[in-house]
């Protein structure tokens, strides 16, 4: 999804100041370097409140200082030394070494940069490039603080200028984690830098609702009335003094669009593993195994284990699901544990497991949040690489289970909206041998 910034007037290219200054940690050790490096990004509004401040961007990093700022030029203090930097013009300090027995050599240095650039151009540049990054790299989400902070910083001096109007994307960026997404994670930080709603018979407050209309696009309507106080009441007064856009938003004519499981990273479901283990069943260990995903998990909720009988939940809390199977019964927490019922505790005593007693027959159960669409590609892929290469002992009892909760598994993505999965599913369904589809999940 793009953005577009609504602004009350045309608002001409801005050149601004700014600088950044980088720290640099080095390391060299049997010939293999390493170097990392941490920026901070200082818009010309914002150096003048630093000038004569000590401030370090790495805890234990010498600190360095702002004597002077001028629009020709910055003066930095570190290590005793001064360093001039005229504007257009990047300054590397010397690097200073570090004694450290345990490496052949550590040091530190901090580089300079002054420059003059367009406003616009960077936020829009740096907008897409985290975007482009979240989109196709999720997992890396956040490693873009540095670009994330140059896009907010530069959006927020634009508000500073006048245009009040962009406020709510400048309290959208900022509270949403995954800007490909960009879906609110932070509603605190997000009612806060939004700020007072602006009184709704004001000009502005047309452009305002322009802007904030984009956010209910990936965010419920209801969760932000619920979140930012007055809302609601602002909607309905600017809607009554003929307001087309707070009209639209509360008639439904913004649609809110459910990200799919595939498009989103940061949905995650609870999901129930559970699985009945014979030890003394030397061919086939493992008897049954079922996935219970959020549709089914309720108390009362029974499920069927084949000739391992049934298990129930009987009770589910926010974080934990409780289970009864035979006789016994099993607390299971969403903590990264798995949890065991032996199928006749009765007979055993704390005497025995003290004594290094064993289950031999038991149900083994596991609670994890997870993006169910992940989850069912990981599945995929796993009986796929089973198929071909035999990695592990799973019987063909187990690989034929494996698959079926793999389709299950894709089949309900394809029944929650996600009907692109209908190709590989009819794929997957054709044939027992999944030998030579390694790579059908991975153009989705």
Not at 378 to 403: N, Q
Request: glycine share 6%; net charge negative.
């Amino acid at each position: 999804m793009g953005i577009i910034f609504n602004i009350v007037e045309h608002s001409p290219d801005l050149a601004m100041n700014c600088l950044e200054v980088t720290s640099v940690h080095s390391t060299r050790d049997m010939s293999v370097g390493n170097s990392t490096r941490v920026t901070g990004f200082y818009p010309y509004r914002e150096i003048h409140g630093m000038v004569g401040k000590e401030f370090s961007l790495v805890g234990d990093f010498p600190p360095c200082s702002i004597s002077a700022v001028s629009r020709d030029e910055a003066v930095i203090n570190w290590l005793e030394n001064v360093y001039t930097v005229p504007v257009g013009e990047t300054v590397e300090t010397p690097e200073y070494a570090i004694d450290n027995p345990c490496l052949s050599w550590e040091g530190i240095s901090m580089v300079f940069k002054y420059e003059s650039l367009n406003v616009w151009d960077t936020i829009i540049s740096e907008l897409d490039s985290v975007m482009q990054l979240h989109s196709e790299r999720p997992q890396c989400a956040g490693n873009s603080q540095e670009m994330k902070q140059k896009c907010l910083k530069l959006l927020y001096e634009v508000i500073l200028d006048g245009c009040e109007a962009l406020r709510p994307l400048y309290a959208w960026l900022s509270a949403s984690k995954n800007w490909n997404t960009l879906i609110i994670s932070d509603y605190s930080c997000f009612v806060e830098l939004l700020g007072a709603l602006p009184p709704s018979d004001l000009p502005d407050a047309d452009v305002w609702l322009d802007n904030f209309a984009q956010i209910v696009v990936r965010n419920r309507l209801d969760d932000l009335m619920n979140a930012v106080p007055g809302l609601k009441e602002f909607l309905e007064q600017a809607a009554a003094s003929g307001c087309g856009k707070a009209l639209e938003i509360l008639d439904g004519g913004i649609e809110y669009k459910r990200l799919l499981e595939r498009e989103n990273p940061d949905s995650v479901e609870l999901l129930l593993l559970m699985c009945v283990v014979d030890e003394n069943d030397k061919e086939n260990k493992r008897l049954f195994s079922r996935y219970v995903t959020e549709e089914d998990i309720r108390v009362g909720a029974k499920f069927d284990m084949g000739s391992s009988g049934v298990v129930e939940i009987t009770e589910v809390g926010d974080e934990y699901v409780e289970l009864a199977w035979e006789d016994g019964a099993v607390k299971v927490n969403n903590d990264y544990r798995r949890y065991y019922l032996d199928s006749n505790p009765e007979e055993v005593t704390s005497f025995d497991y003290a004594s290094g007693y064993k289950a031999k027959r038991y149900l083994c159960c596991e609670l994890k949040r997870v993006n169910l669409w992940s989850q069912a590609a990981s599945m995929v892929k796993s009986v796929c690489f089973e198929h071909r290469f035999s990695f592990s002992s799973s019987s063909a009892d187990e690989l034929r289970e494996e698959a079926l909760i793999a389709k299950s598994l894709l089949k309900l993505l394809i029944d929650r909206g996600d009907t692109e999965l209908t190709v590989p599913y009819n794929e997957l369904c054709s044939t027992d041998d999944w030998s030579q589809m390694i790579d059908l999940l991975d153009a989705y």
